[in-house]
């Protein structure tokens, strides 16, 4: 069995393992598939923003030097010479003493340097002459040019995770696609000759592969994608062919599941020491084996076979390396109170799983089974027992993570 | 103009016009598939977990009475006769006074009802006899059939959100698929003849349609999908067109932008306020202009064109009904210092863009325009300043919301 490695010693193993993932290529995706992407570089825009100068109120487009004068007391009437709407074409300018009917966010003709709104003004029945009971100032209700963002400067830095807001500013400046990092490649393959696939009625003997289908929902929820998945009996054979379609798909990174214990028949052992990978047994409960290797240049994490140590063991060594490649945030930790108390064995990092009770306590859920895979489901959170811990009393703190 | 509406009257009246989106229809979809998405009832295992008595360790299956005197220093002799393998298959019964070598996961054979680690084992050479250096209680290391969950009990709730790890407990109870919440289907039409798709050249007077492109976006990050989307010029039969398409395509809910204020082509307001819909403005800034109705029986809300007004809107009044729904969190709201002095206008709900300051202060950005939509991009926060308060003071604690 040799020397357990620490808990912090494999994760940091892993993540150094994972570290070149960092380093995402590119490409470019149409805005109403960016969301939840990460922009790969600043992003300019083409155009300023507004794209010209436009009226921010309906009303009267003028020259405010024409209405300098203006109150209700003592209106100021103009011809009204035109009317202008949200839509192409370039305005006549104005001319020096008129007025033109103007709606939001259409152009303001050159000469004009203010908008009236509708509510200070009084049409004639015939619409042809306004009276302008209030002065604006030159500029008042005129959205210039570029005032929310000049021509070439940047709409989007690089590295931001794209919400709606991001994609509304992307598409004002006229682009259509943004370049943003590609997500990484995900192979995951399960092994085992007693798994069948979920549904299919089992013989005796047999079980359904919990692990396929939590890796791949985990790998999503990490901002990943899945580029090949597998189920394979004990068989290296049948094994290779799954690591080298995994590779030929274009997995940048393999997570197998089952096959790296002490037993007779520990497949993704046999194929993987032979290529130099290291197959042994991390200090913590449930997940005590793991494996970590470099199949064909592509790094591969082995996880045990048992679902709940699949899971933790998922949540502890890779997914925040493709949460923050992702632009996720870390998920909730925090120090709560037991609701119990409980023991653990010496010399090794218990992951308890728990709920968060109505008043703020963290309580075990099902015990430390490894198979304990619906009491997980019913779990919240992660109770997390130090290595040199063997017994904890109810009202203790202990470092939970939410699930 | 009319009276303005106040903000909380118009958030509620939303909110009852799309109640009725809450009783879901239910669809069934594979594991694979139903990540995020919401059970439609409480989810029974037809089968016990674990489904058969299994090891919990390799070792050796043995009846813990033959064992019940062995230690270090007093050894107990077995035969071993047979090897058994988590692989399909039923094991013979153990022979009282022999041992079977077991892997973990395999199924534990009648007669047996304790397994001894290996490492409390030493096997002979010729592997023909084992010799176990621990008693164990009956019970040890065997995974009883059902000890997680027992065969027709609920492996999962109804109305929870589907994570991974809930998702691995229904597979591990052979389920291959699960009955969910249907999630909302929306239609997004944006107005103004103004409008062209982001990325086609602009002519003088054109400007790129951010809406579309915002509310698609929103509407997925709430949680719903998108069955329709158009752009239509200011055309009241051309925008009845896309209705009538969004009703036809299955759409529940219709959002529109523009063509609600008091211009001169205001075509949603054409279209739907001789049907019966209310068309009108709220006190806020931005976003004044609202409209609400139902189009051939789907609830319809109506936003203003500029897209400030228009994200805002549909974060204020739209989300919180999605998310809901689709069992996301609201949110997250906070008291914050203000990091400088700012105006409001009196009778308006004022609705700021601010950035989180590393000193955990409100900083405003970019000033009240509603058409700062690169402003708007680089917030993180919206401040938001009540009807009655004209103006605040840096330090002052703002309602703030997360963007």
Redesign the interface.
Known sequence: ?GERVAVDEHARFVRSLLASLGARPTERVP??DA?GRITASPVE?P?P????R?A?M?GFAVRAADVAGASAESSVALPVVG?L??????PEPLIAGTAV?I?????VPDGADAVVP??DTESARDGATVRIRRSRAAGEYV?EAG???AAGAD??PAGIRL???????????????LLVRERVRVAVVST???LV????R?????????????????V??AGAVVRHTARV??DVERLRVELDAAVDAGAELILTSGGI?????EVVRELIEPLGAWVGSVAMQPGGPQATGVYRGVPLIGFP???VST?LSFALFVAPSLRAIAGLPPPRSERLPLAEAITSIPGRRQILRGRRTPDGTAAPV?GP?S???????A?DLLIVVPEYVTSLDAGDLVDTVD?
């Open positions: 069995m805005l109403d969301l825009s155009i923003l507004p794209p010209f436009n921010q309906d009317e709407a949200a839509a192409p074409g370039t009917r709606m939001t966010g259409a152009p509708v509510e959205r005032s929310d963002l709409v989007l919400e709606p807001r991001h994609l509304a500013a992307a598409a004002a400046s006229g682009l259509a696609e085992g000759s007693e696939a979920p549904g299919e089992l013989a005796p003997g047999e079980i359904p592969d919990a692990n396929g289908v939590a890796l791949v929902a985990a999503r929820a009996r004990d214990s002490q037993g007779a028949y076979g048992n679902p899971q099902g089974g198979h304990l895979v619906a009491a997980l489901a779990s699930l």
